[in-house]
Structures are given as C-alpha cells and as structure tokens.
C-alpha cells in the first residue's frame, strides 16, 4: 500500500491561491491515474481533478480555468495549484491513487477561503 500525505491548506482571503501537495510514501507510476477530490462541511466528497499517467487531465466544472493539477513522478508528488478561491471553495482536500489493484486516499488537507 502507498500512502499519501497531502499539505499545502490553510486560510486564504477570496481571490487568494494555494499549491496543494500529495506526496506518495512510494512511487506515484504505480497508479494510472490520480485525483483530487473535496469535501465540504456537510456535504458529499465530490470531484475536483484528476490526472492520468498517459496525460489525460480533467476537471470538475466548477474549477475549470481556476485550478491546475500536475504530476512530478520524479518527486512522487502531485500538486493542484488553486488560483481566484472563493468561499465555496472551503473545504477538506484528499488527493486518490488509483492503481489496478488498489486505490489509496491521503488523510486530507484544509482550505478556507474568508475574508
């Protein structure tokens, strides 16, 4: 099993950006694919992005144009740059590995979007 620690949260006035990180105890290649997802107080977890080992990258509507994930496989990291945060943007950030056999989660992150 690898494990995924994610950082990079914390509190942000609207506008504001955040790099969230997801660094794998292990080699990140192992997964086709990774993702982000949030959860909102309240709320369901939901999709944010993800990121396929071949390329392929795909974002929740409601982030286009705002938020860029990317992959290092070197550093075993990936990252979502979060850029305009607004206050429905508040929530706990997990980042998924999903492999042929396994799918791993990260303990997650907070991000607070207030003025």
């Known amino acids: 099993q690898v494990h995924l620690v994610e950082s990079g949260g914390g509190l942000v006035q609207p506008g504001g950006s955040l790099t969230l990180s997801c660094a794998a105890s292990?080699?990140?290649?192992?997964?086709?694919?990774m993702d982000w997802y949030r959860q909102a107080p309240e709320k369901e977890r939901e999709f944010v992005a993800m990121?396929?080992?071949?390329?392929?990258?795909e974002y929740a509507d409601s982030v286009k144009g705002r938020f860029t994930i990317s992959r290092d496989n070197a550093a075993n990291t990936v990252y979502l740059q979060m850029n305009d945060l607004q206050p429905e943007d508040t929530a706990v950030y997990y980042c998924?590995?999903?492999?042929?056999?396994?799918?791993?989660w990260g303990q997650g992150t907070q991000v607070t979007v207030s003025s």
């Open positions: 990121i396929f080992t071949a390329g392929t990258i």
């Open positions: 292990g080699s990140i290649s192992s997964f086709y694919a």
């Open positions: 998924r590995g999903r492999g042929i056999t396994n799918t791993d």
